[in-house]
């Protein structure tokens, strides 16, 4: 194999982005500059979401009118709603997610991604109905009818509210869009790469999002929340932890919500998460999943930290996501509300001096095989 072949792409740069940067070595995340933790304690997700599609922290009358243009595109068209009921109850979110996303482009099918009106507001009705759609599926498939969004309500109380029909606590709201900035954008992941590849094929930005969607659901990426909820569930209480760690370790089983491409320290978003965990049960009673959580991380580090692998963004976030009352299917397309500011930020990089991705393969088959007609094979 020759030797400038990286599996997985690792280390290989796919772009130039001013977008985001990681520093694995120090555990360090910025947005265009800002550190992340910053933005957690000083700005909100619609503000991060702004900054990160448009390069800089808007004005205050800027940020006015991006506030008033999300809120006033969250409706999604009752035949999004139709397509949501069509889909059978019992699938993944995140496919209903993306199917509603594709569908979307059909309403909204300025397909000339030049036109920089257009795209503004294609970003725009993307990040404002996201959340809308997770909300809408979660309903429907318990059978029960979608709640419209309320304009008096921020972009996080609205989600709950959406969901379940009722003010949720204030802190809930506050832990949560720190969450949706924490996942709102992190360099070239898999889902960004995906997303980049067919935005640069001068696809609408529906195909892009949902093509992204695609990517995240996977367990290797944003799929890897799910299974940590579902790993310390298995668990069942604290004193099993250590052994069920032990076990899988020796079982070359990988530990979800555990490692990082980039991060050789523990990631600086699981550092944060459990700072919003600590919060939270403070305000609204403990989580046994934290507990259990807390004696993973320290039985797991024996093994893992000398090998540089630290909590992820997943390890803590479902935690979070569980005392609130949400489904575990649900983590996913949460992450992906919060993203989808990231891969559009992207999107717009991409189109400003776009080159087609073509990358080029190393052909380990054969050549000049003979055709065997079907009677003689
Ligand atoms: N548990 C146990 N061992 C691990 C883990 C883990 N979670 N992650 C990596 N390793 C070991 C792996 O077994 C291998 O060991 P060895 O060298 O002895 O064969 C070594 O570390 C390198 O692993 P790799 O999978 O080749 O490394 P990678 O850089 O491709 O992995 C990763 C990155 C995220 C895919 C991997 O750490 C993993 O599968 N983690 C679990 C899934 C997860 O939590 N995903 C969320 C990632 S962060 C959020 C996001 O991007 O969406």
Excluded at 22 to 42: A, F, N, P
Excluded at 122 to 132: D, E, G, I, N
Excluded at 283 to 311: D, F, H, Q, R
């Amino acid at each position: 194999m020759p030797h400038d072949f990286m599996p997985g792409l690792a280390g290989v740069p796919a772009a130039t982005s001013s977008i985001s940067d990681v520093d694995g070595q120090r555990g360090i995340l910025e947005y265009r500059g800002i550190r992340v933790e910053t933005l957690c304690t000083s700005s909100s997700y619609l503000e991060t979401a702004y900054l990160l599609l448009f390069g800089y922290l808007p004005s205050a009358s800027e940020f006015q009118q991006w506030v008033t243009d999300i809120t006033h595109h969250r409706r999604i068209k009752f035949r999004i709603i139709d397509l949501l009921k069509s889909l059978p109850e019992s699938g993944h979110p995140m496919d209903a997610l993306q199917a509603a996303v594709a569908a979307l482009g059909m309403f909204y099918p300025g397909r000339n991604v030049k036109d920089v009106e257009n795209n503004y507001w294609s970003a725009v009705r993307l990040v404002a109905k996201l959340p809308t759609i997770v909300a809408a599926w979660a309903r429907l498939r318990h059978g029960d009818d979608p709640i419209p969004p309320r304009d008096d309500l921020g972009f996080s109380e609205n989600f709950f509210y959406m969901l379940a029909e009722s003010v949720a606590p204030p802190v809930w709201g506050e832990i949560f869009d720190d969450c949706l900035i924490l996942h709102a954008e992190h360099t070239m992941n898999a889902s960004t790469f995906t997303g980049l590849v067919t935005a640069s094929t001068l696809a609408d930005p529906y195909t892009v999002v949902a093509s992204s969607i695609g990517a995240l659901k996977g367990p290797l990426h944003g799929g890897a929340n799910e299974e940590v909820v579902v790993m310390l569930r298995e668990i069942g209480t604290v004193d099993k932890a250590r052994p069920y760690v032990e076990r899988a370790l020796q079982n070359k089983k990988k530990l979800m919500g555990f490692g990082h491409r980039v991060y050789k320290v523990k990631d600086p978003r699981a550092t944060v998460l459990q700072e919003l965990c600590r919060r939270l049960f403070k305000e609204c009673g403990n989580s046994p999943l934290y507990e259990i959580a807390l004696e993973v991380e320290a039985a797991a580090g024996a093994t893992l930290n000398s090998k540089g692998i630290y909590p992820n963004v997943d390890f803590y976030s479902g935690i979070i996501y569980d005392k609130m009352g949400i489904d575990v299917d649900l983590f996913t397309p949460l992450f992906a509300m919060s993203r989808v500011s990231g891969w559009l930020a992207h999107w717009l990089e991409q189109l400003r001096e776009n080159k087609l991705f073509r990358p080029d393969q190393i052909y380990s088959g054969e050549h000049n095989r003979p055709y065997v007609p079907i009677d003689k094979r």
